[in-house]
């Protein structure tokens, strides 16, 4: 209890000091929907999800409970022409502890090229944002992990080109006898090291704090965390307002169904249109001895529904 205990002492100071954002605006705001089909399934439900490699990017201490290393590759298929992925390795060295590589891209299409008065030529330009990360991760105390991802991030638009450097921590914590887990994180820590026409922009800053339990007598993994503590809110209180909710649950020894619930998407989706089942999230599973594959759905507004789709190989 005293390690759980200085874990919410933490959470709740970076919580506190953390600077408000409005990531929206940013170009850089690729880096939150930068999560796997699993993921995306339990509503980003994964800052403490053990055993997955993906889960870096929502926790690197997480990174320290994978397997000896495994490779997981995730494509999205965004609204109009917009596709993204992310690619994930994970190898333990047994003198030293996990280490982790990432890579994270959006390609945005194709854009005309138009002079002031809306006049086509017929040529076109593109926009696509990259990101690298590479984790370490070891063990801090007995079931407390810690780990920390440095990142390289690119943004393009034409030939206008922006870049920021960023850090990412975590903590997580497992409580086995319980069937317990806890993370905290703080993501995209950083600054910009070059901008779009001298003009600077914020990079996503996020703190996060999870927990999971597995049912007794029942096979149900529930999730639950608060996510985007660091987006500028009205009042401290609104802060948590922010959470996310997922259940998955596993039909035989195989199969893995999942939903889930985001209540920052929900509530950010315009009145003005029909809600519908903004915000909720569903998801499939495949588990076999050597490789997982992944299905996941995130409804957004009534008329927007990204499709995630993933891979994960144990080498």
């Known amino acids: 209890m005293q390690k759980l205990s200085k874990l919410l002492l933490l959470f709740i100071t970076v919580t506190f000091f953390s600077g408000t954002v409005k990531a929206e605006t940013s170009p850089f705001y690729f880096l939150r929907i930068s999560e796997s089909a699993r993921a995306a399934g339990l509503a980003g439900c994964f800052v403490s999800m053990p055993e ?146 001298g003009v600077s922009e914020s990079l996503p800053l996020d703190v996060r704090l999870g927990i999971n339990h597995r049912l007794r007598g029942l096979p149900l993994l529930v999730n639950f965390s608060f996510h985007h503590l660091s987006d500028k809110t009205n009042n401290f209180f609104d802060k948590f307002l922010n959470f996310s909710l997922g259940g998955e649950l596993y039909i035989g020894k195989y199969l893995q169904a999942r939903l889930g619930y985001d209540n920052n998407i929900r509530r950010l989706t315009s009145p003005d249109n029909n809600k519908q089942f903004s915000g909720f999230t569903a998801g499939l599973g495949v588990q076999l001895k050597d490789f997982n594959i992944d299905y996941g759905a995130v409804q957004i507004g009534s008329t927007a529904l990204l499709h995630r789709f993933s891979l994960s190989l144990d080498l």
Do not use: C
Request: proline share 2%; aromatic share 16%.
């Open 52 to 197: 997955d490699p993906s889960a870096l990017v929502y926790n690197p201490a997480t990174v320290s409970t994978v397997k000896d290393k495994n490779f997981s590759a995730t494509f999205l298929k965004h609204v109009l022409d917009i596709n993204s992925g992310l690619v994930t390795y994970v190898r333990k060295f047994e003198k030293y502890g996990m280490f982790a590589g990432a890579v994270s891209y959006t390609n945005y299409g194709s854009f005309d090229y138009a002079d002031a008065y809306g006049n086509r030529n017929g040529s076109t330009f593109g926009a696509n944002n990259l990101a690298f990360s590479l984790t370490y991760s070891n063990e801090l105390d007995s079931n407390l992990y810690y780990g920390v991802s440095a990142k390289y991030i690119f943004a393009n638009i034409e030939k206008a080109n922006s870049s920021a450097l960023a850090l990412d921590a975590g903590l997580f914590y497992q409580i086995p006898d319980k069937r317990v887990n806890i993370g905290l994180s703080v993501l995209n820590v950083g600054a910009q090291i070059s901008k779009f026409g």
